[in-house]
C-alpha cells in the first residue's frame, strides 16, 4: 500500500494507459452477421450487399451482386444508396474492419438495417462461399 501512495502518478498513469489499450476491445462494434447469417438474409432477398474494399480487392473476387462503394468515397457515395433504406444492408470488407466503420457512417446517414460481414471476406472464402470475379 505504501509503494501504491509513494508512486501514485505512475500508478495512475498505468491505469489509464491500460484502460486506453483496452478500449478498442471493448467499444461496441455495431450489429454483426457470420456467412451463414448473410447467406439466409440474401436468400431470403431484400438484401443490398456493399464490398468496401478497393477496387483491385473487388475485382480480385467478391461476393455475387455486391455492389462496390470503396470506404474512402462512401460520404460522398451515400445518395446512391437512398433507394435500399428500406432493405437490409450487408457491408462487407476483407477482415471486418472497414464494414464496421462504414455500418457506422450508414447508420448516422438514417439506413436503420445495416450490419457487418463478420471476418468478411476472408470468413466468406474460409466457409466455401462463392465469390464472383
Do not use: Y
Not at 14 to 29: E, I, Q
Not at 62 to 87: C, F, M, Q, T, Y
Amino acid at each position: 500500500m505504501k509503494f501504491i501512495l509513494d508512486n501514485i502518478l505512475f500508478v495512475a498513469l498505468a491505469a489509464v494507459s491500460g484502460g486506453a489499450l483496452l478500449w478498442p476491445a471493448l467499444a461496441p462494434k455495431g450489429r454483426r452477421a457470420t456467412p451463414l447469417q448473410v447467406t439466409q438474409l440474401i436468400n431470403r432477398g431484400k438484401t443490398t450487399l456493399i464490398d468496401v474494399r478497393s477496387a483491385e480487392e473487388f475485382a480480385a473476387g467478391h461476393v455475387r451482386d455486391a455492389k462496390n462503394v470503396p470506404l474512402a468515397d462512401l460520404g460522398n457515395r451515400i445518395g446512391e444508396l437512398e433507394k435500399s433504406k428500406g432493405r437490409t444492408i450487408v457491408v462487407i470488407c476483407q477482415a471486418g474492419a472497414r464494414s464496421d466503420k462504414a455500418v457506422r457512417q450508414l447508420k448516422a446517414a438514417g439506413f436503420e438495417d445495416a450490419l457487418s460481414l463478420e471476418g468478411g471476406m476472408t470468413a466468406w472464402t474460409a466457409a466455401g462461399l462463392p465469390v464472383t470475379k
